[in-house]
């Protein structure tokens, strides 16, 4: 039973472990592995759905099968542990009452045996005896307490024939017999000693002569005449041990009782002693009478147990009919369950055994049943979970399949979709290319005004669908990842004063304020996409053009950190001080969700003060029609207008914002807006660049804003110039501007100020006078005397006079001009730009108006002092194209040879050539121009390595050893023809059709401009 009980807890144990999941967790990852492992076999071989169908279900059908017997043989195991432990429970219950009953027992018989030596040395040793009736019963009373089993005990003496008679005579009754009282026995009611019989003649009697007050009546009785004493006292004294006798009834009581018998001798005997020499010295006989109900009775009583158990103790000193001393005579179980447990009550000619029942049946077996039942449901649940995950698996599988499929499909479709937009890309702008050079050349020709004026609006037509279809690609280019930026070194102010020069028109047509202000402390020269970050600009200052009717339009350009709790920024947004006085939205609203940007400010410490990085933030501010609340949300939504109506009004096609969006993304920046209806709007953009100075070693690569070769600056440097303007703002942005020229400014709010200041200003002279139309048309009177004022402080020399406004013909103009002409003013007309200042002083001064290409005023003549003489390849397979690129190029006195493929391209630049440059179409059949610009590199390097080895004819002159012509890309494909493919294939640059005079002359000046040098 231990072993059987270790097992049972090791396996509880193992259960244990198995339900909290650590153990067996490698176990389960290791069928998972197999089951893995044959799927792949049968996924390879067999195929998946028969695999799904086949072993998948018949696994599951085992496993419920399997979990179901290992369930039925858990509540089997552990209702014969249930079984085997209620057996022990009986055991041990039915012992501990055989224990019990024996050793009370033994403790009664040692107390008769006692009481037999005090009989053998009180009564038999003394003469006369000190026992007496009264003696004996007085000590069997008090000693009862030391015989809790025995219910009397009694001492019958030995008489023989002899001396019967004197003995009868000195007790003073007659020895009565035995047997005919249980002859016929009589009730406790009915009992008479008296009327007994005398006892019969024999050898010897054993008359009772003391007895405990319990058994009084069995005194005078002759113990010799019944058989069961008689047969106890023979063997009592033979043995010297006390004996039992078999159960009867006893007399009086009639209940079922035994004696215990022990013989009394007059002298000690040696353990030796022979059975002649015991009967020899017998003098009489002790008996302790059992009553055996009573006593297991008061036993099971102290034994009471909440599970009570049925006990039966039998003599079975006659196996084939034992008799029962005792039964408790209540309900047993039905399982079967008895113990009997053996009895020794001293007696070795007697056998005694308990038996044992449970008296109730074993309760139902729950904690089996939900055991066995918990793990079936919990092997289904699993069973359940692992076909479940199986299927998932497979369901996924096949999803994956077909999203593979799918992703094949799609990618293909990507693929296609982009060669079908750069096939149409190529397909609309090759004709527009034609279309727009035509016009171009068309306009070099004699027209009238009003021809003029059609090609012109014909041109901008043509311009105006070429930026949609820009637009449209760059969506298109977004959507397939594959919009990339270039890092190449541009001028940040003059990429602005294109722009304004772009929207300079449409300004002055409205009269609206349109003007740009750059930090001094943005470095002039940085490293980014001077195209791309154009673009971004192009497409807010078009938005705000289009809605904006009155007011301003102001750009300004930062350093991030500067206007962080910048005091000038905050005052700049306050009603009346704007750019035109009207009141526009706060701009700090506009950039209040950035990132880069804390509530404390930059994040310390910034990006400019760790790297070479600078980070730009560019506001576009106007007090246009503003955003509608509820279009706010979808502003950069592709495709979404604000408003349906509008979109007619203004069109456009609603993906510029989100193109901007995405390409300030690229520069590792964010945009923001704030607008209010009826107010305006301003949109707030941050961009990340890599600046020209090199931080380490405290140099900059580019030149200084002031320090600039071009003459238009030079020669500007030191004067001294007033400006009259009474908007702070508005002043601000003006004296930028010529300040870039390196002109010293004062600015003075109105003319009164300026009387009281130049009367205090000394010796100071001024060479300029710039004021705003407004403050010239509020008084023209004063302005004059204003000026002969100056006039008389310079010694009678008086100071160019300009005068700023937005539009020539406007009416205040109109009204001043006999004013005007009186002091003889020049006007600017805005937005403002250093070179648009340069040149209109220049007319003031008579100097000659130069061309500037860092101002991106190019002329006819510095194009011709480039090209003048240059013998240039032109290779496209469009007919139109060629004429378009080769009168572009002959206008400014070229020798343009055409071929119009990539084959004879390669034979006429095969070295040595005469060749000056190639302008190289991209898509063109048989042979594109990236593969025949790398067939032309690999030929120019075998020329030069032969050159190195002296194999080279002597026409080659000394440029064999290092010949490289410089090769233009010119395609209509905006798509794949980026500046890094360009460079990637051999080219040295990229002109995208149709191109124009500044771009022209940008790209073959890098060339060509050293060689003049």
Known sequence: MKRFDDGGIMESRSRTSFLSGKVPLRWWERIFVRISLIHDHYDQFVGYKRVSKTWLKKLLYSWVIGTSIISLGIFIYMTSQAVEKRKDTLVSMCEERARMLQDQFNVSMNHVQAISILISTFHHGKDPSVVDQRTFTRYAERTAFERPLTSGVAYAVRVLHSEREQFEKQQGWTIKRMDTIKQNPVRKDDYEPETLEPSLVQEEYAPVIFAQDTVSHVISLDLLSGKEDRENILRARVSGKGVLTAPFRLLKTNRLGVILTFAVYKMDLPSNATPKERIKATAGYIGGIFHIQSLVEKLLQQLASKQTIAVTVLDITNQSSPISMYDSNSSTSDDGLEYISMLNFGDPFRRHEMRCRFQENAPWPLLEIATSTGVLVIALLLGDIFYATVNRIAKVEDDCRKMMELKKRAEAADVAKSQFLATVSHEIRTPMNGVLGMLQ???????????????????????????????????????????ELEEVQFDLRAILDDVLSLFSGKSQEKGIELAVYISNMVPEKLIGDPGRFRQIVTNLMGNSIKFTERGHIFVTVHLVEEVVDSIDMKLESAPGNTLSGFPVSKRCLSWSKFESINQEGMKSPSISSLSNLVNLIVSVEDTGEGIPLEAQPQIFTPFVQVDPSISRTHGGTGIGLSISKYLVGLMNGEIGFVSIPGVGSTFTFTAVFDSVCLSSLGTCRGPPIYSQSNPSTTEFRGMTALLVDPKPVRAKVSRYHVQRLGIHVEVIPDLNYELLTVANCGTMKFDLVLMEEDVWSKDPSSSAVFMNHLKDKNHGVAPKFLLLTNSIGSSRMNDGASTARQSNPAVITKPLRASMI????????????????????????????????????????????????????????????????????????????????????????????????????????????????????????????????????????????????????????????????????????????????
């Open 441 to 483: 050349m068309l306009m070099d020709t004699d027209l009238d005004v009003t021809q003029q004026e059609y090609v012109r609006t014909a041109q901008e037509s043509g311009k105006a669908l070429v930026s949609l279809i820009n637009e449209v690609l760059d969506q298109a280019k977004i959507e397939s990842g594959k919009l």
């Open 838 to 1013: 340069a040149a209109s002083l220049q007319r003031v001064m008579g100097s000659s108006n130069k061309a500037s290409p860092r101002s991106g005023v190019i002329s006819r003549l510095a194009l011709q002092n480039l090209l003048q003489g240059r013998k240039i390849l032109v290779v496209d397979d469009n007919e139109v194209n060629l004429r378009v690129a080769a009168g572009a190029l002959k206008k400014y006195g070229a020798d343009v040879v055409c071929e119009n493929s990539g084959i004879k391209a390669i034979s006429l630049l095969k070295p040595p050539h005469h060749f000056d440059a190639c302008f190289m179409d991209i898509q063109m059949p048989v042979m594109d121009g990236f593969e025949a610009t790398k067939r032309i590199r690999v030929a120019e390097r075998n020329f030069c390595s032969e050159s190195q080895l002296g194999d080279v004819p002597a026409e080659a002159g000394r440029e064999a050893a290092n010949w490289h012509v410089p090769i233009l890309a010119m395609t209509a494909d905006v798509i794949h023809a980026t500046h890094e493919e360009c460079i990637r294939y051999g080219m040295d640059g990229y002109v995208s059709k149709p191109f124009e005079a500044e771009q022209l002359y940008v790209e073959v000046s890098r060339f060509f401009a050293s060689e003049r040098n």
